[in-house]
């Protein structure tokens, strides 16, 4: 594991969250959206594991690839548009948080470290969820890959929130669940807690940047020890 990037113990600290498979458990919400927009235009069989290609990968780059892969004859507005309405009949009623991560939301939170959130989801989603689950005043800031001209694996979701934190990248935390977020995190010069959706992707080359990986996923994420990494790494 190669080491993170440290700040000065002077540097105002923040943590950075992404939203989906990270803080909270949407991925099956967008695998029935998506399968049910894709059979909409006659493409059948979209199953889970196809689902899992497109994890921590923006909502718009996903939909561009399915629709060439496929070859749709519609915008990928009109995909997007779709897809989000049909995101949202199930986001605002059945979306969860991971426990241990609420924790750890609420122990820095507590502990008065600023937070965002930064994800590939459209600004109405992040806010939707976040107000679903009951944390949208926890987090100071909240950025879409909309906002920015590039999502993950480019680091401009991440770079925006650590602006609008008024925290220097070098100072920030990034919480990922996907290797394409945790390259973001590294590219962005920002230290990473990594906990893989799917474990299998724990070998990824990109989570090696992780300065702290739960390689089990949620199943094995300590918020506490998360917490006092987030501190410690400050005195490397």
């Known amino acids: 594991m190669t080491s993170s990037p440290s700040a000065s113990p002077s540097a105002p600290l923040a943590v950075i969250f ?13 695998f029935e959206a998506s399968r049910t927009v894709l059979a909409r235009h006659g493409v059948r069989g979209f199953g889970w594991d ?8 923006g909502t718009l780059e996903t939909l561009e690839t399915l629709r060439r892969e496929h070859r749709l004859d519609v915008p990928v507005d009109e995909l997007l548009a779709e897809l989000n309405r049909a995101y949202l009949e199930l986001a605002g009623t059945r979306t969860e948080t991971f426990p241990r991560m609420r924790t750890y939301v609420e122990r820095l939170y507590a502990a008065g470290v600023p937070l965002a959130v930064a994800s590939g989801s459209s600004r109405r989603i992040i806010q939707t969820v976040l107000e679903c689950v009951g ?12 906002e920015v001209p590039r999502g993950k694996p480019e680091p401009d979701v991440f770079l925006e929130a650590a602006r609008r934190l008024d925290a220097e990248p070098g100072s920030c935390v990034v ?22 959706y799917a474990p299998t992707v724990a070998a990824d080359p990109a989570f090696r940047t992780a300065g702290l990986l739960f390689p089990g996923g949620q199943g094995e994420f300590d918020a506490e020890r998360a917490y006092t990494w987030v501190f410690d790494g400050r005195r490397e």
């Not at 992404?18 to 967008?30: A, M």
């Not at 196809?50 to 990968?57: A, E, K, P, Q, S």
């Not at 010069?189 to 893989?196: E, I, K, L, N, S």
């Open 175 to 196: 919480v990922e669940d996907a290797p394409p977020g945790a390259g973001a995190a590294h590219r962005a010069g920002m230290r990473c807690v990594g906990v893989p």
């Open 18 to 30: 992404d939203l989906d498979g990270t803080l909270v458990d949407s991925e099956p919400n967008y």
């Open 135 to 146: 944390l949208t005043d926890r987090f100071a800031a909240v950025v879409s890959a909309e």
């Open 50 to 57: 196809d689902h899992l290609r497109f994890v921590g990968i």
